[in-house]
Every structure is written in C-alpha cells, then in structure tokens.
C-alpha cells in the first residue's frame, strides 16, 4: 500500500512530463502558423494594386468601373494587350526608354565608382568635408535645378533630344551612388591597393582591375536601381521630349488619358507591358541585391 502511494506522484510528474514535450512542438507551430498567415497577409496586401492592375488590364471595355466590383474578370480580354501596344509606337518608345535607361546608368555608375573610391581609398586634404558636401545634394530638390538646367539644354539647341537626361548623370552621377560605394569600398582590405601601387599601378589601374571586379554586388545593386529609376522617368521626359519619335514609354502610357475621358483597361495594358523588364531585372539580379543593400553599411577607415 506505501508503495503504491508513494508511486502515483512519480507517474504523474512523467506523465506531465511527457505532456509537457508534446506541448512544446504544438506552441512553436502555433507561433509559426500566427506569423506566416500575417506575413501571407501582408504579402497579398502589397501585392493586391498589381493584381487588380492585371484584373483592369483584361476587363472588357466599360467594365471596369461595376458595381459590385469583380475580383475575377469575366471574361478575359487578352485583346486589350494587343489593342494597347498597338494603339502607339511601343517598339519606338521601348527603344527610346531602354536607349535612356542604359546610358545614364552607365554613366551614374562609371561617375560614382571614381568618386566613391576617391572617397574611400584616397587620402588628401579636406576628403570628409567635401564628401559631406557631396552628401548635402541630397536636400536639394529636382525642381530647384530643373529651370536652370533646361536654359542650359535650350542654349545648347538640345531640347526635344534624349542628351539632356544622359549627359548630367555622365558628370556626377548621383549622391546616393556616391555614398554606396564608398562604403562598400571601405570593406576592401587596403593592402590590395599598396599590392598594386608595388606593382606600379596607378589610381585609374587600381580601380578598374583591382576594387571593381570584387564589387559585383554593389554594382548591381546601384544599376537595378538606377536602370528602375530611369526607365520610370517621368518628368524629365515630359519637359524636355516633344515629338513622337523622342518619347519615352512614361510618355506613351500618357497617351491614353484624354480630356473627358481615360482607357483605363488600355492604360493598365501599357503599364503591366512597360514593368515586365523590371520584373525580369529585379528577379536575375535580386542575389546581389541583398548582398550589396547588407554590406554597404559595415566598415570604415
């Protein structure tokens, strides 16, 4: 009888025990089914303007406003696409669009690789001050340079030509490019640079065969965003191209939005057709994307 007594608490703490293991497993897939239904949440609110973009894109004509509004498209107009790029020059602006978006990128970069490793690699008087002049650009806004800049491209007769919205980004790039790559630069071991000063390299040597070929990432990264920034251009397009030939895709998708009236379902053609690039970029490069955005703000020297 003492025995049994003194058993039944032992059973009972093994018992808990043994609950408390098939407990825990059930807590930590609770708390991983709370986070993914958020973050699935999350992700389809984000994503819900592209989808109702497409839904709009493939509603047929006069549709698109009903009440109540349908989240699936009955039917599916993929004619609206054809209708769409073929209601303007796509190809044209598709060549103007993708002609701007890759020299200036090419330019920004080439500018702001040589400042960023100025800044980062270069010992000489003043190299902090002017770098933080170089990061004060950044307050200034686009409107406030955009009359001056336009009297200079007018006096140089190059007005309704894509050159105005190449040739600045040739002389500077931008502040931000600048500020990436000097601090990826400053990642880089400097013993690299005296390797190569032994071997009789100078800066512009040391530069392009020595820092630019371990900094894939960064320069990735600042193309993707670069190349997003131009293709989606606007404005600049807007004040200095006027005839059809010059016009940009931004321009094109314009075209739809009338005075009385919009083509919203050719409108939302045009658009889902002009971010497919974009997509397909972000995708391919999106590795040395999150590579580039992680490392830029480690080191210093």
Known sequence: MTYVLEDLPMTSLSKQHKDDHKSMPQS???KKLLLYTVLIFIAAFMLFPAYWMWVTSVTEEGKEFA??????PNPIVWENFSSALTAWP????????STLAILATTGCLFTEAMAGYAFARIRFPGRDFWFVIALATLMLPFVVTMVPRFIIFRELKMINTLWPLIVPFWFGGSAFG????RQYF?????ELDEAAKIDGAGHLRILWSVILPQ??????????????FFWNDFLGPLIYLHSTENKTLT???LSFRGQYEQDWNFMMASAISMALPIVLIV???QRYFRQGISITGIGGR
Do not use: Q, R
């Not at 400053?186 to 400097?190: A, F, I, K, N, S």
């Open 178 to 181: 600048i500020f990436l790559f």
């Open 283 to 285: 995708l391919v490069g």
């Open 215 to 228: 900094s894939v990432s960064i320069i990735v990264t600042l193309g993707i965003l670069h190349f997003i």
């Open 28 to 30: 930590e897939f609770g």
């Open 67 to 72: 009440f109540p509004p349908a989240l699936f």
């Open 251 to 253: 321009l094109g998708v």
């Open 90 to 97: 796509f190809d044209l602006f598709f060549k103007n669009s």
């Open 186 to 190: 400053m990642t880089l071991p400097y």
